[in-house]
């Protein structure tokens, strides 16, 4: 065979021959127990379509997408060599979409997209933006730190785009600066439309320690933990929960700061509300004492309810310090005084419902007369000691 002959056959096999990175279009022979399609390529070889590599859904079933006969285009990624089956390759589908996706793209670095989260994984949200792959780092997918990323899963989302490499098949974006954007907008909607004291209906979005974020519409505001509840709240998460449909009054917008303050407790009735008709003037109860102080005794009357004891309302007798008679978790019986619901305070007295001493009468006139004296010496000489000096704290 001449040399010219040997170069033609040459050239022949050549152009037969299927290298990787090639675009192939064969027949599907089969689809077997391991979830792949076997394709029938026009050099007489086979290839091997896994369902990895036919789409980004784990489980997609070839079975109910493809049939013996059907005609498919794919890009060849390996081949691999069998002594028994020969050569054959191993194909995918969607890396060839993925191609044809890159070279369709219009947009560039600093561009708005569109895109569809598919996944997310340990750092952060695999989406897909035309039919190609890309990626949003854990650290912009938000303005603040998002531990469960779950939730992105299946949303439309805008993000711009950060990096794009279609050599490498890179595309990395954030989130973060259009969600700054798009909340700065909805704050400003927010705080046309809300007035402070308004009450209105939210979702419970997050909870901390000191608070919960309560989704207002596309904006959140913040019911600090002392305005949760009439009743002590020490944990959030143990009386909300998140989606929870709440009540709020707006508190308080803060337009410079972009902040709502909001309140559950004021949209309830709050314990003080019937205090009046329930516990009036000359009123007997029975309370616990809760806390002891200088001045006096804290009791707890009602749920909630606290009215002080003044040390000089405790006994008819002298009472120096109340801790000497009382302590924390006493239970006494208490008459009260005074009720100011506004004002959130009530006076009570345990000396009240105490036989008065018959000597006592004598002894505060003994009192009067004492400082009635006091006085006049006061009004004779100028340069006397005043009160404060003769009896100190004692007066």
Known sequence: MSDTNNELLAALES????????????????????????????????????????????????????????????????????????????????????????????????????AKVLNAVRGGLIVDVNGVRGFVPASMVAERFISDLNQFKGEDIKAEVIEI????????????????????????????????????????????????????????????????????????????????????KILALDSDRGRISLSIKATQPGPWDEVAEKAPAGTVLEGIVKRVKDFGAFVEIFPGIEGLVHVSQISHKRIENPADVLKSGDKVKVQVLDVKPAEERISLSMKALEEKPADNNREEQGNRASRADVAAYQQEDDGAATLGDIFGDKL
């Not at 896994?50 to 997609?60: G, I, K, L, T």
């Not at 890179?170 to 700054?180: H, W």
């Not at 909805?186 to 419970?204: M, S, T, W």
């Open 165 to 248: 490499d279609p050599a490498k098949a890179r595309l990395i974006l954030s989130r973060k600066a259009v969600a700054a954007q798009e909340r700065a907008e909805k704050l400003a909607e927010a705080f046309n439309r809300l007035e402070v004291g308004e009450v209105v209906e939210g979702k419970v979005a997050r909870l901390t320690d000191f608070g919960a974020f309560v989704d207002l519409g596309g904006v959140d505001g913040l019911v600090h933990v002392s305005e949760i509840s009439h009743d002590r709240v020490k944990n959030p998460a143990d009386v909300l929960s998140k989606g929870e449909t709440v009540q709020v």
């Open 15 to 114: 152009a037969d021959q299927i290298k990787v990175g090639d675009v192939v279009t064969g027949e599907v022979l089969a689809i077997d127990n391991d979830n792949q399609a076997v394709i029938g390529l026009h050099t007489g070889e086979e290839g091997v379509v896994p369902a990895r590599e036919y789409s980004d859904d784990r489980n997609v079933s070839l079975a109910d997408n493809l049939k013996v006969g059907d005609t498919i285009e794919t890009v060849v990624i390996s081949n691999v060599t069998s002594d028994k089956e020969g050569v054959s390759y191993l194909l995918s589908k969607k890396r060839l979409e993925a191609r044809k996706a890159w070279e369709k793209l219009s947009f560039g670095e600093g561009d708005v997209v569109d």
